[in-house]
């Protein structure tokens, strides 16, 4: 199968190294994301791949044909623009039909085309309107129609739905699946948004300063982030500082900071083999963390820590309580805010116990710099996604 | 398969980048060529002819700097003199005049604006020569306001209005109104005037809010009118030729006599238009540089 | 509040008595020009009743006749000639690393903020200086001179703010460069080059004082033949042929607003 091959892929513009020594296949199609903040390198990345760019070094293959010096006319791929980039002296008819045209099709199997290609973005009955006259939504799936009509090998699309509204976003995402799903050919998609990331793509590569940092399966950069900006970056969690203290067989004990010359000590299971002494980070995600009034019974491969709620922010789907450890503040997501039926809500100042399960935790060999910081009080669910994504 | 180094990727960029070079050069070279041929060495040839000595028709190519003697002894003192005070008058009025209407319109609803606009516009697309012409027919002794002012007896012979000096600067305000208003909308448009607002909600009064904020803020239009007004009003020729007298002969008529008139002085012709030419740019110079230090003032 | 909305409409009030002058002032003249062309009287005095025998009189003489023709051939192709150059060094300027960009723009402005009458003198004498002898050719070239600063103006502003998205869209879609100028960048530039060209048509036409230096005896224009008649006092039908030359440009300004309207509307 065709499968697009980048290898060894550098870019600079004027000395600063907006792409560094990329290397990935991507299988024939999958849909593939590019995750990062701006900056990051990854449009860069997509525009080298449809040819905009002339790489520095390395080259990209696309099934057996090396593609790194052709222009953009003579590549088997297209692009969506994150502005859409649709003619605007053209009917919506004559911006899906360009890309025919300009190959020279026969007037008749234009039309056929493109009104099959206007079907499968439900976007018959607009064909004779201009660019102006559509809305976001309706220009987005007219550019969609625009790339698909040239039956591209891959389909690449730059920030396509940053330009929507929530609403609007949603509902494009799962059209782009259904899609994907319907033309069946490689998508490479380009995001500042984990969320959007995480919900369409098959593969994720998360980027940063023009590196791959981590790449596979959404559930899988999310659970086992490898570095500390991956665990940072796609959805959010909790950084602890640590010393290895015990080595056991299923699990090691941990002396976690938390900030005010006192420690705590919690257990861990690991995916790599840490030694006595070290120091690392544990990433422990908020929503695995359950949270009581009462002291929990059964501690069997379970950690506990006593806190105080400093502040607690109710997002409808889940509440957000910010539990002090010492000087750390532990950002914990809890569904009830009652976790016992007999049980009143849980209140500001109020001594509580957090518990997660030894399994919980994941371990990142790094050390966490303080000036990271564990948690912004300020940033919260969406918020704390569009802050980092903000910068874009 | 091509696997092109570093070195060959740069050579090529460099490459691409000199190739968009000379096609600049070969797409901007019909007009650079004309501009110098038709433009600039001209003036030139200008400069050549002042030193020349005059005959009835034609220049003796003959070195003398009698041209320019003359103007420094002050000969020619008056037609410059006049030239820039209808020039000043002419700014500070279309300014006066100017300022009220193009704010009116920046602060008019959307639609209306476009219709004032080309309201604005139409007696400036009409042609210069014509506009002089009705002025001439209105100011006129037996004109349309002497036989309105007789018949409502509030004159009892028909006034001189044609041919003063009063008649230029009004028929130049008329004809350059329109190269004040323009500029001067096009930055009150984009004046925000919730700042206005802001400032009379902290107590100022509408003419410190006005003097405050308003008027810093249009100041960039207030010196593109005034460029726009004062530049060509120095070399009027046309609108004092059609409403002046002969007694006030501006900087512009003297130079088209001398040019046209026989016996012709092409060289003092010459001499003139350079001097005008040198404090054209000498006004430039100080706008341009009373300009930059604004933007540097400029805090925000 | 109320001292607020009381304020804005003292305000509002000043400034739409002040419009009101305004608009009397710009129009007044030229409203009289137009009854007075149908005014059946020698000299413009007082009113003598309706007639159209200037206009008639307009239509038998030869002279302007002339002069029309030559207005619209010399507004004509200095029109084209100096859009065609606008257009493209407009192209050539697009490209912000060209090296002799700043001294380019330079030559460009300069003509804009120099008398009219400067470029007039200078031309007289530069046609003087090589003995070609003036005439049709020499006020072509000077329109074309005084036409090319603004149609390069007109057309790059609107370059300016061209999406260059647009190309690599169309690259994207399988465009080769000629492609890509014959379909989407001229397309797009078309408004700005009507806009350009228009400007120079209506310089052209309304230039008295550059043709003044550089026409020659029995090449006249309108303006120079309507100046000529003016300083002769033979004014009776300048009052209908400047009635009918407001009206061309009422009609002027309608069609480029359809024209306007038109191109805007399919961008």
Known sequence: MTEIRIENLSKDFDGFLAVDDVNIAIPFGELYSFLGPSGCGKTTLLRMIAGFEIPRSGRIVLGEQDITDLPPYKRPVNTIFQNYSLFPHMTVFDNVAFGLHIRKTPREDIRAQVHKMLALVKMEDQASKYPAQLSGGQKQRIAIARALINEPKVLLLDEPLAALDLKLRQHMLIELMNIHDAVGITFIYVTHDQSEAM?????????????????????DIYERPASIFSAYFIGETNLFSAEVVGLEDEYVQLKCDSGDGQSFEIDSTFHFTPVLGQKLTVSLRPEKIAITRGKPGNQDDFNVLRGTIEDILYLG?????????????????????????????????????????????????EIHEPDQGNINPESVGSIQRGKRAGAN | ?????????????????????????????????????????????????????????????????????QIANGSYLRPFFLAFRLAFFTTVICLLLGFPVAYYIARAKDKLRNTLLILIIIPFWTNLIIRIFSWRIFLASEGVLNSVLLKLHLASQPLELLRTDLAVILVMVYVYLPYMILPLYSVLEKLDFTLLHAAMDLGANEARAFFSITLPLAVEGIFAGALLVFIPALGA??????????????????????????????PMASAMSFTLLLLVALLLLVMYYLYRRRLRSRTY | ?????????????????????????????????????????????????????????????????????????????????????GVLAALGLENKRFSGRKGLLALIYTPLVIPDILMGVSLALLFNFTRVNTGMLTVLIAHITFCVSYTIIVVQSRLEGFDYSLVEAAMDLGAKPAAIFMKIKFPLMLPGIVAAALLAFTLSIDDFIITFFTSGRGFDTLPIYVEG???????????????????????????????????????
């Open chain 2, 1 to 69: 398969m091509s696997r092109k180094t570093a070195l060959t990727r740069k050579s090529l960029e460099a490459q691409a980048l000199r190739k968009r070079n000379i096609s600049s050069y070969l797409l901007t070279l019909p007009a650079l060529l004309w501009l110098l041929v038709f433009f600039l060495i001209p003036y030139f040839i200008v400069l050549i002819y002042s030193f020349l000595t005059p005959g009835t028709y034609d220049v003796k190519f003959t070195f003398t700097l009698d041209a320019y003697r």
């Open chain 3, 1 to 85: 509040m109320l001292r607020m909305s009381q304020l804005k409409r003292t305000y509002q009030g000043l400034n739409l008595t002040l419009f009101t002058l305004v608009m009397v002032f710009l129009y007044i003249p030229i409203v009289i020009l137009v009854i007075y062309s149908f005014n059946d009287a020698k000299i413009v005095t007082s009113w003598k009743g309706f007639t159209l025998n200037y206009y008639l009189r307009l239509w038998e003489n030869d002279a302007i006749k002339e002069a029309l023709r030559n207005t619209l051939l010399i507004a004509g192709l200095s029109t084209f000639i100096s859009t065609v150059f």
């Open chain 1, 199 to 219: 919900s369409i793509s098959d593969r994720v590569a998360v980027m940063e300063n023009g590196r791959i940092v981590q790449s596979g399966p959404p559930d």
């Open chain 1, 317 to 365: 789907t889940h509440t957000q309580y910010i539990v002090k450890v010492g000087k750390l503040r532990v950002r914990v997501f809890s569904q009830h805010k009652r976790v016992y039926f007999d049980e009143k809500a849980l209140d500001w100042e109020e001594p509580v116990w957090l518990f997660w399960h030894d399994t919980d935790t994941w371990l990142i060999n």
């Open chain 3, 229 to 267: 008649t003016i300083r002769r006092g033979a004014i009776t039908t300048i009052n209908s042929l400047s009635t009918l030359m407001i009206a061309f440009t009422l009609f002027l300004v309608v069609v480029t607003k359809r024209v306007r309207k038109t191109l805007i509307s399919s961008l």
């Open chain 2, 237 to 266: 020729y046309l609108i004092p030729q059609l409403v002046g007298n002969q007694q006030s002969l501006y900087v512009g008529q003297v130079i088209t006599y001398k040019i046209k008139n026989i016996p012709r002085n092409w």
